[in-house]
């Protein structure tokens, strides 16, 4: 349905928690996105609306679809720099620097995320305890608020807006393009190593050790079916293949599974044997493999089908920073709170994280743990026990996964949500950008 140039559709968000019918409006031109205004209504920005948690969309608010602002401005080869726009995608990216063996390495695991989106996001990828978030590759980028109108930013223009920006959910105004600074990367083939833990603190140990080698990106698959089986899993070490030098093999442009309806698949015996199943096939075979770029750094890409296995009603993630001293505290409350509630868990994976925190960003120097639930009342109850762990433990929760955290929770976890809230209510003081998780944050 259009009205008055803007479409209606129904959206949800990825893990399908929230939905609302939303107009949008799919600017091609400087001045289209200037002319928003005429429209006297809230708005918000949204990429390819792969966030987990609603950051794109609100049902008061206009959402400005940048995905036709997808090109390449300017690429200096010998500065290693490259300005895009803000609609481009990680795959449309990278198909173009690494013909030139460069890249940028905070990659999250989807080829179809917009550059927008990750900066909105303050993305990481695998390579997160060497590369940090995405905000260790940008240098400057231009926005526009409809109020405040152009603005350059960067360390050394408008820093204070910069910062906000980077990891500030779209509440600054419109990403329109950005400079980022590339990395050189040769060979573009891996080599997967894999070692068996038969429990959380084994897990945790080798992730450790294994983190601090260079050039490796490391991270587990664990089991959570029961608390007998917890953290009985693989730890994977990404290593690049330095004696494989085949040509670079160009990301898919499409999504594979796109057409795959959601099927409630899992369930806890469905899990349990899938996870099983996995578990024995790598036990029983080579503790090292051969693995191409596209598998290594976007995982999730042909995997569809572990998403649409939720059916409709979606899932919730969690995904947690803890500190290494409280580790150990953290997974004795998470067994006896598992022991009452019995949740069922899709995925639990661990790694570790580097950076330093500020405002609302996921960042630190702190061990990253990630579990998947089924979205059912058991888990929403199990799941509201682990907030309350989280702000015993002074655990950092990722309001970018997790669509359900409250501003009650999320103001007691992060030092500066106050400080973050004040900032944009102070640049921003109509309030024009607002997306659901700005409204349920308070923000």
Known sequence: MNINGLEKTKTF??????????????P???REIEDLSKHNRTLINTGSNLSYSPLGFYKDSISVK???????????????????ESGITLSQLLNFTLLYDLWIPQLPGYPFITIGGAIASDAHGKSCALHGTIKNSIKEMTIFHIKNGWLSLSEKENKEIYNLTI???????????????LEEFKNKNFITYKTKVNSVNECISEITKKSKEKDSFVYSWNMAENLKSLGKGFVFQNKINDDNVENFKFIPEEKKNKFLPFLPIWN??????????FYYLNNSSNHFQEDDFTSVIFPFYGKEAYFKFFGKKGFYESQLLISENT???????????????????SLFSVKNMRGTQEFLRFEGNKICVTFDFINNKKNILFMSELDKICVKLKIIPSIIKDSRLSKKIVEQCYPEYSRFRDLINNYDKKRIYKSEISQRLEI
Do not use: C, M, Q
Request: aromatic residues 16%; proline residues 1%.
């Open 327 to 345: 580790i150990e505290d953290f997974f004795d409350e998470f067994k006896f709170i598992y022991k009452k509630f019995n949740p069922t868990i």
């Open 268 to 277: 806890k015996l469905t899990l349990k044997t899938a996870n099983w199943i």
């Open 28 to 30: 091609d031109k400087f």
């Open 13 to 26: 968000s990825f893990d399908r928690s929230h939905s609302a019918k939303v107009l949008f409006k799919r």
């Open 167 to 181: 990891g500030g959910i779209g509440l600054t105004g419109t990403i329109v393009n950005v400079t980022l600074k």
């Open 66 to 84: 940048l995905k036709k602002f997808n090109r390449i401005i300017d690429f200096n080869l010998k500065k290693k720099e490259i300005t895009v």
